[in-house]
């Protein structure tokens, strides 16, 4: 996928200041290993956040600890409060009501994500008798509206297909369809244009954004595609090894990012100049792997980083505020005179 140029399409205002979700300190640990280490967000109504990074950041971890739906062993811990509610504290009762009804989940696969021995109208119908309370005659007419919603032809017949009878598209759309039934306040979408071409990715990102609109939702958007983010979101949090280490809104990211990690990926990707033509400069990578998320000294990125100092391994940074944004960098964020020497080696 590609970056567009650095400025992004004009998009609905969110709600400002009206708080959806809100994350603090949030710890998610599997035996022997620590995936998310004390990261803080917020997404507004109405809003798209974007979580990006490379595969093994920590992202996907933060969707399911989020919908509390870590697997067996894992720890959660911080605090997570959606509209009021700390979901951490809730019980099984309470989150059960929450999820599928105020937060919705598209998961990376659908083909793994929906069952293979129900046909798909029967599988959102299902949500809709749960929550909405609907009959069955009800929930499957409720059910032929979302399938025209999210633009599948034929609704009403292709109510009683399989999986296994639809492209990876069609079932991505069923997906999407499931997660907004009851119309949530919050929609994660995790990868959502995983294994599908870019066509069908325009596609299905163009349609989660028309349903935001339609249905006043907040979105996090979880991914690794630069270019998504740069059209689809209002901000963005950058995840490296299982902390954030930047947090800026997504013209600003795209218009100069601070962060040595968030330049590398900038650095990786292609972009789109005036006239549609794709920029003839190199393109760079950064050198080596993503680190461990385990508890380590100093910055995670460090082993990686061409500004990094000896300060950088004695302790992790903390996000500081820098031009309008917050970064984990002690070098970025210091005077920009003493930050060139460090770059520069003097």
Sequence with gaps: MTAPASSAPARSEPHAGNRLLDVRDLCVAFPGHLAVRGISFHIDRGETLALVGESGCGKSATSLAVMRLLPPGARIAGAVTFDGIDLVQANERTLR???????????????????????????????LMRHEKLT???????????????????????????????????????????????????????????ALDVTLQSEVLELLDSLRRQLDMALLLITHDLGVVAQW????????????????????????????????????????????????????????????????????FAPRCALATADCRIAPPPLRPFEGRQVACPVVTQPSKEADRVAAGR
Excluded: W
């Design 136 to 194: 069955r005659a009800q929930a499957r007419a409720r059910t032929v509206e979302l399938l025209d919603l999210v633009r599948i032809p034929d609704p009403a017949r292709r109510y009683d297909d399989y999986p296994h009878n639809m492209s990876g598209g069609m079932r991505q759309r069923v997906m999407i369809a499931m997660a907004v039934a009851c119309n949530p306040q919050l929609l994660i979408a995790d990868e959502p244009t995983t």
């Design 233 to 300: 979101a209002d901000r963005v949090a950058v995840m490296y090894a299982g902390n954030i280490v930047e947090k800026a809104g997504a013209h600003a990211l795209f218009e100069n990012p601070a962060h040595p990690y968030s330049r590398g990926l900038m650095g990786s990707t292609l972009r789109l100049e005036g006239g549609g033509h794709y920029t003839s400069q190199r393109l760079t990578e950064i050198p080596g792997t993503v680190a461990s998320a385990l508890h380590e000294p100093g910055c995670n």
């Design 97 to 127: 009501d929450l999820r599928g009804k105020r937060m919705g989940l598209i998961l990376q696969e659908p083909m793994t994500s929906l069952n293979p021995v129900l046909t798909i109208g029967d599988q959102i119908a299902e949500n």
